[in-house]
């Protein structure tokens, strides 16, 4: 199966800092690469499909970007809300795979 | 507006059976692949299984295959998940999820809020 890594596991900003979380497969998987966001006690929400397309009604400060093996998901001006664990999933082929998960906590 | 809802979870012994339905709505749900993604308590999410719009064609996550059975009523706009021979390791929220497009094994643009299985003694 191919293995998501994301760095960091966890980080701390504050209100309008520029935040970028990297995910990095295991095999190349061209742009077969999706983010969510999720908050404590929901089911996730899709940010980004296809590497880098934002999902519709997905503020346009959340971007993704990458191809082949290194990919990343920027957030340009942290808002109160955007606090929250972000996932990358591959869908290249099955077993889908996600990542370990990036924790964005208010610093 | 699509709605997802879970339902079926609770709490299970070790080698004991559970299936667990998952009712949509707001689309056409005979057109759409669904899958089962699970989180264990504190931990990422991982994927479980996945079925075709027309539930011909099945796909499992190697840690439930033999065990775990996928399938679908298009009639009643459900999506099953039949968990049996049920582990320590398989306590989980389970959400069920559809994909984006109509293609099986993509990305999921809608989510339930989950059904939590605990399998103890």
């Known amino acids: 199966a191919i293995q998501l890594t994301q760095s960091p596991s966890s980080l701390s900003a504050s209100v309008g800092d520029r935040v970028t979380i990297t995910c990095r497969a295991s095999?190349?998987?061209?742009?077969?690469l999706g983010w969510y966001q999720q908050k404590p006690g929901k089911g996730p929400k899709l940010l980004i499909y296809d590497a880098s397309t934002l999902e519709s009604g997905v503020p346009s400060r959340f971007s993704g970007s990458g191809y082949g093996t290194d990919f990343t998901l920027t957030i340009s001006s942290l808002q109160p809300e955007d606090f929250a664990t972000y996932y990358c999933?591959?869908?290249?082929?099955?077993?889908?795979?996600f990542g370990g998960g990036t924790k964005v906590e208010i610093k | 507006e699509v709605q997802l809802l879970e339902s079926g979870g609770g709490l299970v012994k070790p080698g004991g059976s559970l299936r667990l339905s998952c009712a949509a709505s707001?689309?056409?749900?005979?057109?759409?692949?669904m899958s089962w993604v699970r989180q264990a308590p504190g931990k990422g999410l991982e994927w479980v299984s996945a079925?075709?719009?027309?539930?011909?064609?099945?796909y499992y996550a190697d840690s439930v295959k033999g065990r775990f059975t996928i399938s679908r009523d298009n009639s009643r706009n459900t999506v099953y998940l039949q968990m049996d021979s049920l582990r320590g390791e398989d306590t989980a929220v389970y959400y069920c999820a559809k994909d984006r497009i109509l293609i099986t094994g993509t990305t999921f643009d809608h989510w339930g809020q989950g059904t939590l299985v605990t399998v103890s003694s």
């Open positions: 095999q190349g998987i061209y742009s077969a």
């Open positions: 707001g689309f056409t749900f005979s057109n759409h692949p």
């Open positions: 999933q591959q869908f290249n082929n099955f077993p889908q795979t």
């Open positions: 079925i075709s719009g027309g539930g011909d064609r099945t």
